[in-house]
């Protein structure tokens, strides 16, 4: 029998003479390092070094996509993540939205409550709002304040091209987060390049998706009296100061790129290209801004004794120009001095281009009493007695009647404000509305104001036909060229309201004046009227749209002119209107398509039936002679030649065709018309012979009758057979000798009745993806403004209405190809605007 001995009994070795008695429950120095290293197997075999390294690259490498995506989009992954997604936002905790109405009203509701936070903030901090509107009664709003810091809600926006994936930087005035901004965006400095704003870009983007951008501003509105535990200090009885519609609002920098001009006239200009020929640059180019705007008059300044040398907004510091605070002194005590009475100016841009006499204005410190202007008459031009519209100036009698002679005055709209309502020399007026709004403290319940001066930069719009999509269109570009020409950096600060000053009905594009109005509310007069006797710090008066760059070469004169102003406007417009354009959500699962490379277009037939089914009683004679009957017959044309072209793809090579009797039906409407010609001739012969005698034709007509007999017998399967071989004829010789196209691109026929659906967003996402607008001579031929600029094509059937250029001119200006089927009668011949349409999918399809 063999005795264990166990670790207990085997003897120790003796240690500074003691005897050392080992545990037996704890494991021998061998044993622990076999442990170790057998957990350090295990653990290497199941995470490899390999694995390891994989994964940092794979996270370094989304980190990267992610901050170069937020360089090209910026704040648009900030938007995606706040409106979009699940519990974020604002107001958080709310299910995603799923139509565009709820991601607007989410969007309102989120900018109120950043605005009151970013006010509640620059309360406790102790610095007042400043609005930088130098020379206007928004200054002396300020400057009476007493603050000399400057808040860091109203910073001047960084203008980051997040939409084109451009960025411009502008000056920013203090440190901090745009509290309306989707992303934050840090403070930069003008001599900053395009690394710097890319970088910005990118941390906006990354921050506004990750949520951070909302961490961080909890983390501001705080304050400097928040405690180290992120817990905030407020004082007792501190509340929310409302921002009212009257004050400046901050914008976010989706907002600011709208006034950024420069960019837009640069954007115009490359879709455009160089122009054909000085004529064109000269009268659709950049050059034209130039001259309108070097022609500045300033029709109205203060009086003698009374002058205050001041410049149209952007000229002047900030600081005054002076070492005073916006033109305010403080007396040695330190207290500030009441601003000087507020003083006007009127500017006029005036311009001759081509065959149209166009002007606007704009102003300083003037005042309005809204409906006096208006007037009761509804649906006409506003009445504009004299005094409704105010000013502390003194007009130039040589500067008006150099005007006068020039028949700019009788431009409507700057007619009705300068002309017929403008009270001159009203200095008391003036003074007493143009006060600036007493200091408001931050207590809790506290109402936004609702009279005072209005502080913002507004639009007074008085619109000429609001029942015509195209003269409304007018508006919209001559606004766009107005601003342009203007060139207010400052409203890329404060924005611009746009204010409806005249009593007609709504009419086209309310929700285009609300997105450039944005994020003031767009005000109609006719519904809501300021009080009277309100001060309007700056505003600016419309060029009337009778006179519009479209049409300032007349109604007959055709153009072939590319014009990157009017580029310009059409992405300046599609950047406004991009939430009902591009889609706002999209699914987030990569499906691959088993159609590989597939580019599917659209074509956009505008149809008038209904319209002209339910207003033909009312139709002028204009409108009556436009009218053609076989509308369906057209369509169906049209369709067949969309899926004629599609077939002629190599892709579809091998299969039958969608209409395999198109050549029979060719041939045999051409044997129909043959027959019915020769009866006609046949018949005009017998009359002068006797039917019964055969002989007595001549031999040539005699002949006529064996080919009638002949084409009769060929109705047979012969019959098919010939036209079986010229219709494939006529394909091989239409695809070029028998090759197919290579092109992958299809077109599919949308019909689209404006009357039926409401402009946004129903119209704008099916006309802002199209690449074809196909209608009959009308202002539905308009909307090929929302065309992508040189990339899509007009079909335009002049049924009873040639002379009229209107819309082969603005397809041109926009760089779209153009197709024109003269007709006349009742009815538009099919086939040639079937030929027409090919012409353009040829030119679009390559």
Known sequence: MVQQITPSASPAKPRGGREVVRDPSSPGPTRRKGALLDSLRKESSGWPIANIILILILILSAACMVMYLGSRTGPRLGALKTYWLPGSGVISGLAPCTTLECARERAADDGA????????????????????????????????????????????????????????????????????????????????????????GALSGLTGFLGLDKAKGTAAAAGPGAAANGSTASAPGAGVLALSVLDVLPLTAEDALKFDFDFW?????????????????????????????????????????????????RDVPADGGDGQRNGTAADSAGSVAAPAPARSRIDVFPVKDKRATNMFAAAENTVVDASAFLGGTPGEMPAAPRGSFAAACSVSPERLQALKAEAYLEVENVKRWLGDALQADAYTKVAQACVPPP????????????????????????????????????????????????????????GLQVVIADGKPDGYYLDVWASLSRPYPLRILSRNPWAPGTCLSRSLHNTFAGTSLLTSMGAALATQCRSPVVAGAALWLRHMLAPAIQPPVRSGFKVPLQNKGVVRKTVVWISRRNFEAQKRDSFTSWQHTRMFGNE???????????????????MRAGLAQSFPDTGRRLLADRLRQRRAERLRRLQALIEGHDTGARSALPSGEASYLADLLSEDAMEGPDAAGAASAAG??????????????????????????????????????????????AGGHGAGLANMMWLPPGKGGVLELHHNSGGNQHYHNLAHMLGHRYA???????????????????????ALGA
């Not at 020929?277 to 000269?282: D, M, N, P, Q």
Request: hydrophobic share 40%; proline share 3%.
């Open 632 to 650: 369906g017959e057209l369509v169906l044309e049209l369709q067949r030649e969309v899926w004629r072209w599609n077939d002629g793809a190599c």
């Open 439 to 494: 200091e408001r403290a931050a207590t809790a319940g506290a109402a936004a104001r609702k009279s005072g001066p209005v502080l913002h930069p507004v639009l007074l719009l008085t619109r000429w036909d609001t029942t015509n999509a195209f003269h409304s269109l007018e508006e919209v570009v001559t606004t766009f060229i107005s601003l342009a020409v203007l060139n207010d950096e400052r409203l890329v600060d404060q």
């Open 113 to 200: 409550l950043a605005s009151a936070a970013a006010e509640e903030a620059a309360a406790e901090a102790g610095a007042a709002l400043e609005v930088p509107v130098t020379g206007t009664v928004a200054a002396a709003a300020a400057a009476s304040t007493g603050s000399s810091s400057v808040s860091s809600t109203t910073t001047s926006a960084t203008t980051s091209g997040s939409t084109s994936g451009t960025a411009s930087s502008t000056g920013v005035v203090g440190g901090g987060d745009g509290a309306g901004s989707t992303g934050g965006s840090g403070s930069a400095s003008a001599g900053k390049g395009g690394a710097a704003s890319g970088l910005q």
């Open 265 to 313: 006239l640069a954007e115009g200009a490359k879709i455009a290209g160089a122009a054909a020929s000085k004529a064109c640059s000269e009268g659709y180019g950049v050059p034209l801004i130039e001259r309108w705007r070097k022609g500045r008059v300033q029709l109205c300044e203060p009086g003698a004794g009374r002058r205050r040398r001041r410049a149209l907004l």
């Open 728 to 773: 494939a004829g006529g394909r091989r010789a239409l695809l070029g000798g028998g090759k197919c196209r290579q092109s992958s691109v299809l077109f599919d026929l949308r019909l689209l009745e404006l009357s039926d659906v409401p402009f946004y967003p129903d119209q704008l996402q099916v006309l802002g993806n199209a690449a074809i607008v």
């Open 820 to 842: 024109a089927v003269d007709s006349g009668g009742d009815n538009v011949d099919p086939s040639a605007a079937a030929r027409g349409l090919r012409g353009l999918m040829d």
